[in-house]
């Protein structure tokens, strides 16, 4: 199947480039915006499958990617939007997924260079387009290592545990995360329960959910 | 008259003449039994009736060692009161006067001597201390007579005078008309004998020195009621003690002719006090002269802070005694001096009664004082108000400079900082948008390049290159970062402040409290000071746990990072928490570290979002006084 793809971006280099790199994977690229308001009326008119958007766009040259994203999957529940940036922080991805009533749902946020493994890329691409979630594994891992106050996310879960916690942040399927980790879907399938045991959370069933719930607890610095 | 001292010189010239007066007259005092009974030589006493009458007194006193104490006392007060006064006035004319009239005195004298010439000269000289004294109540207090007319009165005063004194005693010979006892003074203004024409003379002369004194009286009181506030402050002690001159001389007078026995000896002592009043009088005036330049001091401790217009004025004008002074400002836009209700005003006309002292300043003028004409007579207090109303003026002006100059060198600073702010953050989009982005776009490149070569070395070649690459992007991120955070601009201090404890190897506990938005240039100086404060933390002082917080009122953010460490830090120079501090001071806010060793660091930074508290703090100015120094004043009148 053809995935449909919009792309904004205010660099025209990075519009290219990305528009090539998607094109050659076999992707069409419905419209390259150059800002929000252009990306909105393409995704109005194309009905893409996803968008690859920059989070910093014209005119503030702030968030307006978050902004255009939230519009996005306001009106158009079934389109992915994918997020890139040349940074990545907590709190511009705790503004993307929190504010949505469907949590992480259909959303991603990678730093731009992630783009160089292409099949990382495309596969976050196309989780993000099915509904799924991408988050960097950067912003997770400085999640996940953050000294929590009071106690030790080291002592509290195992090693292995830590590995699931980052790829489950990361919005990976267990299937995703038995592949990487060359385990079996039911060990996995353990491990995210007692990682939910200890931290006092009430188990998700679905991928996008689980991911919001976890991303609050280590942005709450572990406590609740 | 410019302002002239006495010189050494003509004090001494003065005191050795006086000296050598006193001492003439000391030894042509005849004190034989038969002198000091004579009433023809009764010091004061002109009136040839009056000796007549003394003459028949009996038991009148003689002439004490006390009496011619007295004498000498009130000469040589008028003669250093003179002094006195010609030193501290600029003008010589009351002091000479004061001292001429003690002079007179004195040799009047030389009546007590039985030398005929001498006893004649006392005998003339009897009244004459009076004339100067004459012309210094009409002059005063310059002791120059203002017009011709005055300056014929004085004239008349001493002709008058004269005139009496031979004219009382040309047909009067001493020697033939005491009853009681004998004289054996020796007249040479004797024409002939003739008592009806003596006593015809006397009732004249009464009559003639009534109308005068009265006139006198009228021209003071005249010139007393037109005068001016600071004209009759001036006159006042003199002018009281005329009146009891006068009164004493009235009442000796009649005493003369009235009484009978000791008790005309007793009233014609009463002469000596009475007199002695005019030198203590000119003694007062000279004091209050004085005081009034001491307070000159106080004035210019007690002007220091205050606004220009109303204290200093007030100052002045007790100062100088001069309730109308008026000090107005040069105001440059009007081209014209603005009085204190910031009206224009034109500086008083010759004759209008009011006299005005310019203030200049480089030749261009600053002020004015506006006062009393009278006023003109004392320069030398003027010039000391002047001094100190200059001083003042550049005082205050180069307060105001330095002011001035302290908020320019804030706002300078203020500005450096802002524009390295500024600075920070273009350099931060030009990475981003720059060197970044074309990085990104060559590791798309790449990829795409990866995939197409077959497994390889070239594949491998292009993987490390990649690697490479993933690793200077992430390394320009991190400098990027530190030229300007990313964060500050999208998620603001509390996203920058969260995104910066998840860096630190340390935990950070962030709370951040803001009431109004902040300004950018406290924003980012608040993240650096808490970034600076928590790499510290983290890096020396082998804390457990760092608490940052931020709370921000409608006016300022006050920023504390502490943690739980060794303490012990120190700002020193080449440390980062100088240039924190350095910051915030830019910013008018302040920087406090307070490290006890063991006890843990903890920094404290005020940030105000209005920097300029120096001109905030300037108080308020009723009129504005230009930069440079006040060069000189000039008179006006």
């Known amino acids: 199947m053809t995935l449909r793809v919009a792309i904004a971006d205010d660099s025209a280099l990075l519009r290219r480039g990305l528009a090539a790199l998607l094109e050659a994977e076999g992707m069409a690229v419905v419209c390259e915006a150059a800002d929000a308001a252009e990306l909105l009326a393409c995704v109005d008119r194309e009905l893409p499958d996803a968008a690859v958007v920059d989070i910093r766009m014209p005119p503030a040259f702030s968030t307006e990617g978050i902004e255009a994203a939230k519009e996005i999957r306001r009106r158009h529940p079934d389109i992915g939007v994918l997020l890139l940036s040349q940074y990545v922080e907590t709190e511009n991805a705790m503004s993307l997924f929190g504010g949505n009533p469907d949590g992480a749902r259909g959303l991603g946020y990678l730093l731009k260079e992630r783009v160089s493994d292409i099949d990382e890329f495309i596969d976050a691409l196309r989780r993000v387009a099915a509904g799924g979630t991408a988050v960097d594994p950067d912003l997770v891992a400085r999640m996940v290592s953050r000294p929590q106050g009071g106690r030790n996310m080291g002592e509290e879960l195992s090693s292995r545990e830590r590995d699931v916690l980052e790829l489950m942040a990361e919005g990976r399927t267990n299937q995703a995360i038995s592949r990487s980790l060359f385990l079996g879907e039911r060990t996995v399938e353990a491990h995210i329960r007692s990682i939910f045991l200890k931290f006092n959370l009430r188990p998700e069933p679905e991928d996008h959910r689980r991911v919001l719930a976890v991303l609050s607890y280590l942005r709450a610095g572990g406590g609740h | ?407 320019e060198v804030r706002r300078s600073r203020e500005r450096i900082v802002t524009a390295g702010d500024a600075r920070r953050r273009q350099l931060e989009r030009d990475l981003h948008d720059g060197a970044q982005q074309r990085l990104v776009a060559v590791t798309m490149e790449l990829a795409r390049a990866r995939r197409l070569v077959p497994d390889g070395e070239a594949r491998e070649l292009i993987t490390r290159a990649a690697v490479e690459l993933h690793e200077a992007l992430q390394e320009l991120r991190e400098l990027a970062r530190g030229v300007y955070p990313p964060s500050l601009r999208e998620r603001g201090l509390a996203g920058s402040l969260t995104a910066l404890a998840e860096r630190t190897t340390v935990p950070v506990d962030v709370e951040v409290r803001l009431e109004a938005p902040l300004p950018p240039a406290v924003e980012l100086a608040a993240y650096f000071i808490c970034a600076e404060a928590v790499t510290n933390s983290a890096k020396y002082a082998a804390a457990g746990m760092v608490r940052v917080r931020a709370t921000g009122t409608a006016g300022e953010l006050t920023v504390v990072v502490a943690d739980d460490g060794r303490g012990g830090a120190v700002p020193g120079p080449d440390g980062g928490l100088m240039g924190l501090a350095d910051r915030a001071a830019a910013l008018g806010g302040t920087f406090d570290v307070d490290s006890p060793p063991g006890r843990g660091t903890t920094v404290t930074a005020v940030l105000p979002f209005a920097a300029d508290g120096i001109a905030g703090t300037a108080p308020e100015e009723s009129g504005t006084v230009e930069s440079g120094t006040v060069e000189r004043g000039t008179v006006r009148p």
């Open chain 2, 1 to 407: 008259m410019a302002a002239q001292q006495m010189t050494p010189r003509q004090t001494a010239l003065v005191l050795g003449v006086t000296a050598a007066l006193a001492l003439l007259v000391a030894f042509a005092v005849d004190w034989s039994p038969l002198a000091v009974q004579d009433p023809a030589r009764t010091l004061g006493l002109l009136n040839a009736q009056g000796i007549v009458h003394l003459g028949g007194i009996a038991d009148r006193a003689p002439f004490t060692v006390f009496e011619f104490a007295m004498f000498l006392a009130v000469g040589l007060g008028l003669v250093l009161s003179g002094v006195a006064a010609w030193r501290s006035q600029p003008s010589w004319r009351p002091g000479f006067l004061l001292v001429l009239a003690g002079w007179l005195w004195l040799a009047a004298g030389l009546r007590r001597s039985s030398d005929p010439l001498a006893f004649t000269a006392g005998v003339a000289l009897t009244l004459m201390y009076q004339p100067p004294l004459l012309q210094l109540a009409l002059s005063f207090p310059t002791g120059k007579l203002a017009n011709r007319f005055q300056k014929a009165a004085v004239g008349f005063f001493f002709s008058l005078w004269l005139l009496a004194a031979a004219a009382n005693w040309a047909f009067f010979d001493p020697r033939l008309h005491v009853a009681a006892g004998e004289s054996n003074s020796r007249n040479l203004l004797l024409l002939w004998d003739d008592p009806a024409l003596t006593t015809a003379i006397g009732n004249v002369a009464r009559v003639v020195q009534v109308c005068v004194g009265l006139a006198i009286v009228v021209v003071l009181a005249v010139r007393w009621h037109s005068g001016t506030p600071a004209y009759r402050s001036a006159f006042l002690p003199l002018g009281f003690a005329l009146v009891l001159k006068t009164a004493a001389t009235v009442w000796v007078a009649a005493a003369v002719v009235q009484l009978s026995g000791p008790q005309v000896s007793e009233a014609l002592l009463w002469q000596y006090p009475a007199t002695a009043v005019i030198p203590l009088a000119v003694l007062l005036g000279l004091w209050r002269y004085r005081f009034a330049r001491g307070s000159l001091g106080e004035l210019m401790v007690e002007i220091g802070a205050a606004p220009l217009n109303e204290r200093l004025t007030g100052a002045l004008r007790k100062t100088v005694r001069d309730p109308s002074l008026e000090l107005w400002q040069w105001s440059a836009a009007g081209a014209a001096f603005v009085d204190g209700h910031g009206r224009a005003r034109e500086l008083p006309e010759e004759h209008s009664g009011r006299a005005a002292m310019v203030l200049e300043r480089n030749g261009a003028p600053v002020g004015a004082l506006v006062f009393d004409q009278a006023l003109r007579d004392q320069p030398r207090l003027l010039d000391a108000v002047r001094s100190a109303t200059s001083l003042t003026l550049e005082n205050r002006s180069m307060e105001q400079q330095l002011r001035e100059q302290l908020v």
